[in-house]
């Protein structure tokens, strides 16, 4: 029997999000790379204004991600954000390091993990509008 580590599928809303996008998987596709692209190196920024204690500009950043993980169906990864931002509004400066690891590793699984087609909301609502 193998003994592979299990990661959580970092796109476990994937579905949903298509569907919440009339079903256009190519736009749900082209949104994740951007953000792939885009926030490649959040950690590093999220980090930075903890250490430099930005709590509350942290804390805004947090729930931007928060929210942009949750529209695009990465439920792991918007949860760290979740958690990261309620640790900064209860003041608990002491638990970041380890959520801002979690962070770190959720989202290097959305960075180098490839999304392609194989959606079952495919086909409904505008799918194939260009």
């Known amino acids: 029997m193998s003994t592979k580590t299990f990661a959580p599928d970092p796109f476990s809303g994937r579905n949903e999000a298509i569907c919440r996008l009339g079903g256009l998987e190519d736009l749900y596709i082209k949104s ?3 953000f792939q ?3 490649q190196d959040s950690h590093a920024v999220l980090s930075g ?3 430099q204690k930005r709590y509350e500009e942290a804390r805004i950043y947090a729930h931007s ?3 942009l ?3 695009l169906g990465m439920q792991n990864l918007s949860l760290c954000c979740q ?3 309620n640790a900064i509004i209860g003041g608990n400066y002491n638990e970041l390091p380890y959520l801002l690891r979690s962070y770190e590793i959720s ?3 959305v960075i180098q993990s490839k999304v392609d087609h194989n959606s079952s909301c495919v086909g409904t609502g505008l799918s194939g509008l260009k």
């Open 32 to 34: 994740v790379k951007s």
């Open 37 to 39: 692209a885009n926030y």
């Open 49 to 51: 204004l903890v250490n």
């Open 65 to 67: 991600l928060k929210g």
């Open 69 to 71: 993980a949750a529209t």
């Open 83 to 85: 958690s990261i931002e």
């Open 107 to 109: 989202l290097f699984h």
